[in-house]
C-alpha cells in the first residue's frame, strides 16, 4: 500500500476547538499522527494525503516537513458537510487501493501489522482499550458491512476508523449525493468488506479526558513483553509505569538513564553510612531503571545505543554495590572467595543473555520459552539483596547469589546448547 488518505478537518468541538488539531496534540511524548504515520512508513507507505480545514492548514504543513513526511495537505473550506465528504477530497490524489485513516486514532505496531493485511473496513470483535458505548458498531453478513453507527443494539464488531479501500469507494460518495455525508453512510452503501483485527492496542482521543487515558495505555503497552523477571512483573513496573506516566513528557531516555545510574551508585555509597539504607536505594534504583525503556518505547525514541548504555551502566552499578557491601562487611577469605563468585555470576548472567542475542541475533527469551522460568534476573537479585541488607545477612546474600547466578548461567548454557541441536 503506497499511500494513506488521513482525515482531519473536523474542528475538534469537543476539545473546545483548541490551536492545535487533535492528530497534533502530543500524548507521551509524540504527536497522535507521528505515531501512527512513523509506523506506518515503516511498513511501506510512501505518501500520506491530509484532508484538514482552513485552520489547521500550515500547522499540518509545518508537521509534514518537520519529521520530512511525504505527503499532501489538502483543505476541506466546507468540513460541515462531514467526514464523507472529507475522504471524497481525495479523488484526484489516489488511483490504486489506499488506507484510509481518522487522525484522531491512535494504533498500535501490532495492529497496523495486522490491518494493512485485509481489504475494507477493520473492525474489532474484542475491544479492549475504548468505550464502547461511545464507539461505532458494525453489523455484519457474509463479511460486509450490513450495518453501521453508534446507535446499534446489535452489532458483530467495533468499528477502528482504518479502512483499506478502492478508487470505487468515491463512485458510491457521489451516489449518495448528499450535502453532508458521513463516513458510515458511504461504508454502508458500498457494503464494503470487512476485516477483523480483534483485542489488539488502539484508541480514539476525543476529549481532554481520553488525552489522559491515552497516555496511560501507551504507558502500560510499553513495558517489554519479555525478559522480565518476577519482582519487575509485580512489583516494579506496577511502581516503575506510574513514575513514567508523569515524566514521560519532561525527560529524555537517556536522561531518565543517568538518573538510575547516579541512584544506583548513590546507593552504594549509603552503604558506608547504612546498608540497610543502601539495600532500600539500590532497589529504588532498580524500579526506575524501568523507567527510560518505558519512557523510550511510549514516546517512541527507542535506540540500540539507549539500550547499550543503559545494559553497560546497570553492570557497573550491580558490580559497585556488591563490592562496597563486600569490603564493608567481609573479612575472611572463604567468604572473599564466595563474593567474588557472587559478583562474577551477576555479570554473567546478563552477559550470558546478551551474548546470544549477539552470536544468533536473536532474543534468547523469545526462543527459549523456559528461559522465564530460570531465577535470578537482576531485579529478582536487587530485591533479595534490599531484603538481605535490611536483615544485615550479608554473607547469606553473597553464598545465595553464589548460588543461583552461576547455576543460572550454567542451566542457559545448557538451553541454548539444546536449542541450536533442534
Not at 538518573?259 to 532497589?283: E, H, K, M, V
Amino acid at each position: 500500500m503506497d499511500k494513506a488518505v488521513i482525515l482531519a478537518a473536523g474542528l475538534a468541538k469537543r476539545m473546545g476547538e483548541p490551536e492545535t488539531p487533535k492528530g497534533l496534540i502530543k500524548i507521551a511524548g509524540r504527536e497522535i499522527l507521528y505515531r501512527n504515520m512513523k509506523i506506518l512508513e515503516n511498513l511501506g507507505v510512501k505518501e500520506f494525503i491530509i484532508i484538514t480545514n482552513t485552520k489547521y492548514y500550515k500547522k499540518f504543513e509545518e508537521f509534514l516537513k518537520k519529521y520530512n513526511f511525504k505527503g499532501k495537505v489538502v483543505i476541506n473550506k466546507e468540513p460541515e458537510r462531514e467526514n464523507g465528504y472529507s475522504l471524497y477530497l481525495a479523488k484526484d490524489y489516489v488511483k490504486e487501493p489506499f488506507i484510509l485513516m481518522m487522525s484522531d486514532h491512535i494504533y498500535g505496531e501490532d495492529f497496523l501489522k495486522e490491518a494493512i493485511k485485509g481489504e475494507g473496513l477493520v473492525a474489532d470483535r474484542e475491544p479492549r482499550y475504548i468505550d464502547v458505548e461511545e464507539a461505532t458498531k458494525v453489523k455484519v453478513l457474509n463479511n460486509r458491512v450490513k450495518d453501521i453507527g453508534k446507535h446499534l443494539k446489535e452489532f458483530d464488531a467495533v468499528d477502528t476508523g482504518f479502512f483499506i479501500l478502492t478508487p470505487e469507494i468515491f463512485k458510491t460518495i457521489e451516489k449518495i449525493n448528499k450535502e453532508k455525508i458521513t463516513l458510515s453512510e458511504v461504508m454502508k452503501e458500498a457494503e464494503v468488506k470487512v476485516h477483523f483485527v480483534d483485542g489488539k492496542f488502539w484508541t480514539d482521543v476525543d476529549t481532554p479526558e481520553e488525552i489522559k487515558r491515552a497516555k496511560w495505555l501507551l504507558i502500560k503497552n510499553s513495558i517489554k513483553g519479555t525478559g522480565d523477571g518476577f519482582i519487575s512483573r509485580y512489583i516494579n513496573r506496577k511502581i516503575s509505569t506510574r513514575i513514567s506516566y508523569f515524566l514521560v513528557d519532561h525527560l529524555t531516555p537517556n536522561q531518565m538513564t543517568v538518573i538510575s545510574f547516579i541512584l544506583g551508585i548513590l546507593s552504594a555509597l549509603l552503604c558506608f553510612i547504612s546498608i540497610p539504607l543502601g539495600g532500600i536505594f539500590y532497589q529504588i534504583s532498580s524500579i526506575v531503571d524501568g523507567v527510560d525503556g518505558e519512557i523510550a518505547r511510549a514516546s517512541m525514541r527507542t535506540s540500540k545505543l539507549g539500550g547499550y548504555i543503559d545494559s553497560i551502566l546497570d553492570r557497573y552499578v550491580d558490580f559497585f554495590f556488591l563490592l562496597v557491601l563486600a569490603y564493608l562487611t567481609i573479612s575472611s577469605t572463604l567468604m572473599w572467595v564466595i563474593a567474588c563468585l557472587a559478583i562474577f555470576g551477576s555479570v554473567m548472567v546478563s552477559y550470558s543473555t546478551e551474548r546470544y542475542k549477539a552470536a544468533f541475533g536473536r532474543d534468547i527469551y523469545k526462543d527459549i520459552k523456559e528461559m522465564k522460568y530460570l531465577i535470578g534476573k537482576r531485579d529478582e537479585r536487587v530485591f533479595l539483596t534490599m531484603i538481605l541488607c535490611l536483615l544485615q545477612k550479608v554473607e547469606l546474600l553473597f553464598i545465595i547469589l553464589a548460588i543461583i547466578t552461576n547455576i543460572r548461567v550454567i542451566l542457559t548454557l545448557y538451553l541454548v546448547c539444546k536449542k541450536v541441536r533442534e
